[in-house]
């Protein structure tokens, strides 16, 4: 029973070679399973089968071989227990110091389309129990679940003359746990989109993600982050984008250029966003990619400074030439031209991002979180399509076709802006935007502000209907010709009225797009 046992049980075998040999050389027997006692025997290291041990050869084609309690009694048994290692000796069964597994690739399995069968198969029972056991024993028992700590026990072995500190045993079963309740839940998110996607809001909800990268710092200096991935995540995204020029993503770009995408992929014709802080600065439809992008400028070209673009289709040179003509942040595009790419990597610090997809105009399904102190808050995403069959005329005057076009743009636009919001547009493009303000009259006066008189002959969205007629002659007095809201307040009647002693076209939509 004073002999040091290791357990080992890998799919990866990364870097197994340098391990074996320094627990080889520090005194370690090496039990193992299968592939991974091929592999060792491969390296010319002495290995002993599992089913040796235990006396009792794997079943089921593998899914029982390292269920067995001369195993598990070996990894669990407390050493300073007179009782427990009494048991041991009558069962005959041998302290087991170092427990390596790592588990069936699940994940994995999954992302290359496999048969629900064998990803089925893919579900570790034995791999997981192994290391669940080792990290709950860890005052006696060091557990290595990623060849990445291959390193950490080589270094602890002979820093400590062949043993592993208290220290990083404590460390590795944290890990440990970390591990296996990041699989677990992979496991729980694929089951329950397979077999009970019609429950949105389980009674217990784990959330599933995986470090891609530290940051410099948070939305402030003072702040540290790091970005986190979703498993599974198949629509366009910026976790999934391709930097090509510029230095590493900062939080803030990471938030913003979320919202730019998010725009863009509203449009299936060539669109173009550009964000600040959140919030759209110019955005616009048109025949080319060139063209909207220049119509988006041209709404804010003060607050385009230090932004971020979004386009929703091949960068050309022409418009690469318009980016690089003042300081931005990021641009994002589906691709870009040999002599595009070429024009922005002039700029050193402009972080170029190639997102394949962005220009399939679709919003993925799904929920949306917001974390609040001491829990979460889950909704359904803010999905709704508005079409011209959606829409109800309320006022005598009846939009043209062409301000039906720009009222419908404008909405889709508000849907990304924060709330209050106000966006006036002509022609698919924004002209003034006004956000984030604590009454609608000051987003409406802000919107018309920014619009240097553009707001003359524009049409004008809002997020939520509106409280009072202010807003109706405020908008009256800019020059505006059209309205769309989504109605609903106690004072309709009144501000319909004021739509049409102003002549104003007025649309109801029934639906409101607040955005906190």
């Not at 250029?257 to 863009?264: C, E, F, G, R, Y």
């Not at 709404?299 to 230090?306: E, L, R, V």
């Not at 929920?367 to 508005?386: H, N």
Request: glycine share 6%; net charge positive.
């Amino acid at each position: 029973m004073k002999k040091k046992l290791a357990l080992i049980s890998v799919s990866d075998k990364t870097g197994l070679q340098a391990l074996v040999k320094a627990l080889e050389g520090h005194g370690f027997e090496i039990i193992s399973t299968g592939g991974t006692a091929r592999a060792i025997e491969g390296f010319g290291v002495k290995v002993t089968p599992v089913e040796r041990m235990t006396e009792f050869k794997e079943i089921l084609d593998g899914r029982v071989k390292t269920l067995h309690p001369k195993l598990h009694a070996g990894i669990l048994a407390l050493r300073d227990s007179k009782k427990h290692m009494q048991q041991l000796r009558e069962a005959n069964i041998m302290l087991i110091d170092l427990v390596v597994v790592n588990l069936y690739p699940f994940r994995k399995t999954i992302e290359r389309k496999a048969s629900l069968e064998e990803i089925i198969e893919n579900i570790d029972i034995g791999g997981t129990t192994l290391i669940r056991a080792g990290a709950k024993n860890f005052q006696d028992v060091a557990v290595v679940v990623n060849p990445k700590q291959y390193s950490l026990i080589i270094e602890e072995l002979e820093k400590n003359k062949g043993a592993i500190s208290l220290k990083a045993r404590s460390l590795l079963a944290a890990k440990a746990f970390e591990h296996t309740a990041y699989y677990d839940t992979t496991i729980n998110e694929f089951l329950h989109k397979k077999f009970n996607s019609g429950e949105l809001f389980p009674s217990d909800f784990s959330m599933n993600f995986r470090k891609v990268a530290d940051l410099r710092y948070g939305e402030n200096p003072h702040q540290k982050a790091a970005l986190y991935k979703q498993s599974f995540v198949r629509n366009p995204s910026i976790v999934n984008a391709a930097l090509l020029n510029g230095k590493k993503l900062s939080f803030n770009n990471i938030v913003d250029a979320n919202a730019a995408i998010a725009v863009v992929q509203e449009f299936k014709q060539p669109a173009a966003c550009i964000v600040k802080h959140n919030n759209a600065c110019g955005a616009a439809v048109a025949a080319t990619v060139g063209e909207a992008f220049q119509k988006a400028l041209e709404c804010d070209t003060k607050s385009a400074f230090g932004s971020i673009i979004a386009l929703n289709r091949e960068c050309c040179l022409e418009t690469a030439k318009k980016i690089t003509s003042f300081f931005n942040e990021v641009v994002i595009a589906p691709g870009f031209e040999k002599a595009a790419l070429q024009q922005l990597c002039k700029k050193k610090n402009l972080r170029v991002l190639q997102l394949k997809g962005i220009d399939k105009a679709a919003i993925a399904p799904g929920l949306d979180y917001k974390k609040i102190e001491g829990g979460l808050l889950a909704q359904t995403k803010d999905s709704v399509l508005l079409s011209e069959a959606n829409c109800t005329i309320v006022s005598r005057k009846k939009p043209s076709a062409q301000q039906l076009k720009d009222l419908l743009f404008a909405w889709r636009i508000v849907k990304h802006t924060k709330s209050n919001a106000i966006v006036l547009a002509k022609d698919n493009a924004t002209v003034g935007i006004g956000a984030g303000q604590m009454s609608r009259i000051d987003s409406a006066e802000l919107a018309i502000k920014k619009s240097n008189g553009k707001s003359n002959g524009a049409v004008l969205a809002s997020d939520a209907f509106f409280p009072f007629r202010d807003n109706i002659d405020k908008a009256a007095e800019a020059g505006i010709t059209a309205i769309i809201q989504p109605g609903g307040s106690v004072r309709d009647k009144e501000v319909i009225e004021a739509a049409d002693r102003h002549g104003i076209a007025m649309v109801f939509t029934g639906v409101r797009h607040f955005r906190h």
